[in-house]
């Protein structure tokens, strides 16, 4: 192939890249219609918790799965095994125990309940008619989605929440939760895998 | 209502116990034996340490629920700190303690109710910081392992050195507050496994896994 030839066409496909990319970051509406088109993730997670009161972070590394509209299973494998499910609008938490999972109660609690119903909006790309939050499109690379609170009850402990896309239009690499009293909650995906068939009984139940 | 206050007793504390075998009561007219005083408080920090122990509380009504707990601990200043985190990382409870003095940074619904805080505080005293009150009780036993007892005029503390170190908290003579029982120490003063028996009517145990360690700049 000619020399100016090949440079022609990666001109090309980086033009049609950039247009790509600007056009689904170009407003809320543009975003969730991106987004619409991931009905599933599969990936690892390495969450980390920053706390004024340690050094460094506590890590914690685990596996997510995502299934459109609102199904979520997250497995943690350490340092807590346990597996929260999110699935027809019930959060429930189960906690490996000896020789098995057992119902952790805890995830009752309201702060719980929030943030888990939160992250499936957020991978729809719910940002606009999200009554919880109001998002705020930050361009760059990585682009990224600031979220703020609209709620008291969501103020009490989320201050913000910033959203980074990766390179693949519409999809998240990471979410960062900052909480109040220097505290935050950094989420980072690896090994994305988009569309892949996902058992709806992995979000019914542990097994 | 019973959703409410079911949650909330699932967090009336943050301690550790675990019950071993039963400990003889020192007779509060035993000879004091201050070599034997000094190893019984021997089981709490001296120096400033900070801690993260994955949490397991089993609660009334067969509940079940886990979390990580970050602990600072400051002995000499009786200074505390705790923040207790859900285990996706929400933080539920912030505070610190120091003497009679309590400062709450974050407590989110339940955990701000006085009974929760009021709980937790009582649970951290007796897990990490040494009795109050006088020392009534305090001897070697034949097995070489020691048993004292202090008492503030209302409750008595018992403390029971062993491979095992077991504290029990008893309201009356008969009566059992608090059990707890620390296990695997180490040369910062922790114990990498610990369980807190709470006693009575929504009684509950917490048990204690170490998971990583600390040494507060200040």
Not at chain 1, 152 to 169: A, Y
Not at chain 2, 8 to 28: E, K, N, R, S, W
């Amino acid at each position: 192939m000619p020399k100016a030839l090949k440079k022609a066409g990666m001109l090309v496909a980086a033009c049609l890249f950039c247009m790509l990319v600007s056009g689904w970051t170009e407003d809320l509406k543009s975003i969730q219609k991106t987004m619409s088109g991931v009905q599933s993730i599969s990936a690892d997670v390495v969450q980390k918790k920053h706390l004024k009161i340690l050094s460094k972070p506590l890590s914690s590394q685990g596996h997510f799965l995502y299934q459109a509209p609102d199904s979520l299973r997250w497995e943690y494998s350490s340092p807590i095994k346990s597996i929260v499910l999110v699935h027809a609008g019930i959060v429930k938490r189960y906690v490996w125990k000896e020789n098995g999972f057992i119902e952790d109660t805890s995830v009752k609690l309201e702060a719980v309940r929030i943030v888990m119903g939160q992250i499936s909006k957020w991978f729809q790309g719910r940002f606009e008619d999200n009554t919880d939050f109001t998002g705020v499109i930050k361009p760059g690379d990585p682009f990224r989605i600031v979220l703020t609170p609209r709620n008291d009850t969501i103020k009490g402990f989320i201050t913000e929440v910033v959203i980074t896309f990766s390179q693949t239009p519409g999809v998240v690499s990471a979410i960062e939760i900052i909480e109040q009293q220097g505290t935050s909650t950094v989420l980072e995906f690896h090994g994305v895998v988009l569309n892949h068939p996902i058992p709806e009984r992995l979000f019914e139940n542990v097994q | 209502m019973r959703g409410y206050l079911y949650i909330a007793t699932i967090f009336c504390g943050l301690a550790l116990v675990h019950c071993a075998h039963p400990m003889p009561h020192p007779q509060d007219t035993a000879t004091l034996n201050p070599e034997a005083t000094m190893r019984c408080l021997s089981i709490y920090p001296s120096t400033p340490v900070r801690a993260v122990h994955k949490i397991d509380a089993t609660l009334p009504y067969n509940g079940y629920a886990s979390f990580i707990g970050v602990t600072e601990l400051f002995p000499l200043a009786n200074r505390i700190k705790v923040v207790l985190l859900s285990v996706e990382g929400v933080v539920l409870f912030d505070a610190e303690f120091q003497g009679s003095e309590t400062k709450i940074n974050i407590a989110l619904s339940p955990l701000n109710h006085e009974d929760f805080i009021q709980g937790l505080l009582g649970d951290i005293r007796f897990l990490f910081l040494p009795p109050t009150g006088r020392v009534t009780a305090s001897q070697v036993r034949e097995d070489g392992h020691c048993v004292c007892a202090w008492s503030d005029g209302v409750r008595k503390t018992e403390i029971q050195t062993g491979p095992k170190a077991v504290i029990r908290a008893r309201p009356g003579p008969k009566r059992l507050a608090r059990e707890a029982v620390l296990d695997h120490p180490r040369p910062d003063g922790l114990f990498s496994e610990m369980s807190l028996t709470v006693k009575g009517v929504g009684g509950y145990t917490l048990t204690f896994e170490l998971l990583e360690t600390e040494k507060p700049s200040d």
